[in-house]
């Protein structure tokens, strides 16, 4: 350790202006903005008006299948002085919502104007007083399916919704009543065979990336944050949750419908207050009246069903993205334990029926949350608690702050896919509390949370599995890599920031800013040394606490901390790993020109120093900018190469895939091996990376071997005995069978063999079934098939859904009939994220 010490490079770090930190308020640019525009994927006008808490009253009937709400804002004009905003537009994001009212106060006495964004074409005041004509509406009262008025058939409205306008005049504060249905896109209905438990209906929201708009009107892009207060009315046995803390609970009776419409008819008795908010904030709600009538004392009555009011207080602010509901029949199972000499505790929801088992596989949770906070901080949203939902839930998790929501598919027994949970609570940090600007750089979101996720399965459970994760994690990206890059317009999405205007950002959702988003950090790791970048990191997630990050903001960052805070070697031109700077840098570094003028650096030797470490950074930024930024594909060359990935179980794998792959004995007349897989085998992809890094001879490579077997008409009958998988987890099961399936075409006896010792298609771990099935289909290996169309009648997660149906259409011959009908007795079942990606795949394929 050099002359400065952690600390007071910490203190200096923590002092550091950012630089290109884009704060919503410092880059305010006052242009008349009556013409509606969608920008960054939202109606919004950040610049002008935002929202800075929400207040939220909802009542979710589970058996009509809708939401009727209540949403309060306080609204904020941009900037200061002369320069605060003279607009009093409020413009907010709203998708297939039915809006009833917009007013200026909960008693909804005043009602304020309102249009539609897409409606409303220019600024004169007139025509539109009286509210909006409905675009949406629920024209099945029973269903709750609505549709869009004719006329308006705008891509983008499609994409981004109508839009609200809300002339808000003197007012601070506005209320919209509305309703949300089944045709909210966040929204999934679930009946109740479609839980775990098959007693009750189920709700869930999924909000991420710009879905919050069609349940709940609101500035629907990453940086605004707000604070929120929410009731929750629901019948009873029923629980919510939302990505806030339950703050009480009260109780009345009478009917669900009355909650809002016959308001006097309904005695709430307060059951409990339980919130005492650490930082003593007063958790008060607007919206308050009507609904308090009478808290405390007093009886329900014997009368109508039984209601729950469940509160909620989300006392620091969150982007749109995070807004989170789930109701159903679940219950809570705490995890205690001490930090520090506090008590904490974390824990799991889930239906009553599966609540055990979901407890018992994640019990290494506090461990998880505790090396988070060992590596980056403290976690500040309160209680970190998981919801494990039914299997429909179209992701692996979401990190909504209080509760990640995550899939069942993770619930595999043996606890052996909680990397997952690492890695929604590694979010708390890189996205709930550092966020991306836009949609465009979500790789700072993805990509630094996934590096924290491998961090903490590092702190717990060891480097060698760690490395085993990530390993596999590179394997996924080169093949990535190598099919985006075939495409023409495919390859630009190779790029770390994207360029998203008009598109659906969920485009934006591939390995790119998972992966090569996550090397990057790991490349900037290997070069500094991890001592250095974790002080980076530290300090990165401390300065931009509850704002948004670019990355553009990043580099320059980034500059400063490398020229100041990080050891050069002059004689290797390199930085000295985890060796921090000890000749004191020039002061007038600290503004970091574009080139550096000689009369800034120092006299003697310290100006070679300096000249030469000043250049090396430079040169390595841009390398980050060309090769990983802005750069197609993985960069392999120069001072910012892509890293050496290695795990030493992986190569054990290899080994035996070969060894499997050559046993056994040649077999003339043998198994039957179609057309279609031996042409598949032409392009066999997905090459390991011991072979990508030259570690292999390419002659050694399987798949050569395998095309010659079948070019000569004869196959192997392989020894399943050779497989020796003492020791295997799943994940060296995953990495096997994916090897196997880039050598190239098993026979189905050899399938069978395997499937025999192993039980592999009724394999309870999803990631093992599913490279199974992947395979299986490879091979033509019908016994997998109902397994697998199992799985897809009721598994709902894209990851596993997309490439199911892909490998289908590219290895059946009736493909197309087979993913037809498959998909037609699932997609009622599915969400609407996962159904929208199935149908853009048959369209494609039909194409
Ligand atoms: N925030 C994402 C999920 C997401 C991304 C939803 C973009 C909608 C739009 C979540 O943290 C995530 O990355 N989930 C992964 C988990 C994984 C990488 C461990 C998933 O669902 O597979
Ligand atoms: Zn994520």
Redesign the pocket.
Known sequence: MGILSKNSLLKFAFGLICLVSPTLHANTRLVNTSEPKIQNHSWSKPNELVVSSMDLALSVDMEAKKIHGLVSYQIVKVGKGKKKSKFDLLYLDAKKINILGVYSNPNKKTALPYNYASDFKNSKRLGWQKGATPIWKFEDDKKGVSSRRSGLQDENIDLFGEGLVVLTGTNNRIVIEFEAGLSADALQWLSAEQTHDKQYPFLFS?S??ILARTWIPCQDLPCVRFTYTARVYVKSPYNAVMSAEKVGVDYARGSIGDVFTNTKKLVWKNAYTDFKPADNTVVSNWLDYPFDNSTASGSVGTMGDLLICYRFAQNRPIPSYLLAISVGDFRYSSYRFTEDKNTKETGVFAERGYLEECSKEFKRLPELVKAAEKLYGQYVWGSYRVLVLPPSFP?????NPVVTFA?PTIVAGDGSLV??LA??LA?SWS?NLVTNATWEE?WL??GF??YF?SRIMEFVFGKEYADLLVNLAYADLVKTVEEMEQDSLGRLDTRLVLDLENRD??EG?TDIA?EKGRFLLVMIERNIGRENWDLFLRSYFSRHSFGVVTTQGLLAELKYFLLKGVSYSVSENRFIPNEIERNPAPSRLDSIPLSLPSSVLPAGELKDYWDKKYRFCSDFLLAIEKGWIHGIGLPYDGIAAFPDIESAELLRVDGIASRYWSSGVDKLEGDKVSEKGVADEAKVSGINSSINQGKIDKMDMPEVMACEFHRGGSTRRRDVLTLDTIHFTAHHWVHLLRRLRSMGQLSVNDMEAMDERFHLSESKNSEVAFEWFMLGLKCQYMAVFPYMEQFLLTVG?R?FVLPLYEQILKTQDNGLDMVSNIFYGASAGYHS?TRKSVSELLLDYRR
């Open positions: 999924q991420q990336a992701f692996g998790g979401m990190e899939t990397s997952l890695h929604e979010h996205g979500f979101n993805e949370t996934n996720e950002p969920d959702v998972y997660r990851k994220v």
